[in-house]
């Protein structure tokens, strides 16, 4: 069983950075897709970005794509989301979810294929 647990989050300036870091312990997540989600007050979760277990392939929500990075370490059974050019619009709780994958190169884009959660960690973006 994967346990999942977020860090990094804070509060920053519009225009500013974060680096979020994923924790996994319980299993190695060497297996597992990998993805980001994020939900605002009043809003349903949505999809941030995910990785391949292998981390050859990436995928990003059209919102943060060119400002957002996602990458993973297995031997340290790490995920990470640079967030850079933040907007007071990617002011959210972020989650990191894993997914056991047969197949190297597959990516998770939605929710409900995710098996595993952590508790997430708040990001604030003041204008």
């Known amino acids: 069983q994967v346990q999942l647990k977020e860090s990094g989050g804070g509060l920053v300036q519009a225009g500013g950075s974060l680096r979020l870091s994923c924790a996994a312990s319980?299993?190695?997540?060497?297996?597992?897709?990998m993805g980001w989600f994020r939900q605002a007050p009043g809003k349903e979760r949505e999809f941030v970005a995910t990785i391949s277990w292998s981390g050859g392939n990436t995928a990003y929500a059209d919102s943060v794509k060119g400002r957002f990075t996602i990458s993973r370490d297995n031997a340290k059974n790490m995920v990470y989301l640079q967030m850079n050019s933040l907007k007071p619009e990617d002011t959210a709780v972020y989650y990191c979810?894993?997914?056991?994958?047969?197949?190297?190169?597959?990516?998770?884009?939605?929710?409900?294929?995710?098996?595993?959660w952590g508790q997430g960690t708040q990001v604030t973006v003041s204008s």
């Open positions: 979810a894993a997914d056991f994958r047969v197949v190297s190169s597959v990516v998770v884009t939605f929710d409900y294929e995710y098996d595993h």
């Open positions: 319980g299993s190695a997540i060497s297996r597992y897709a």
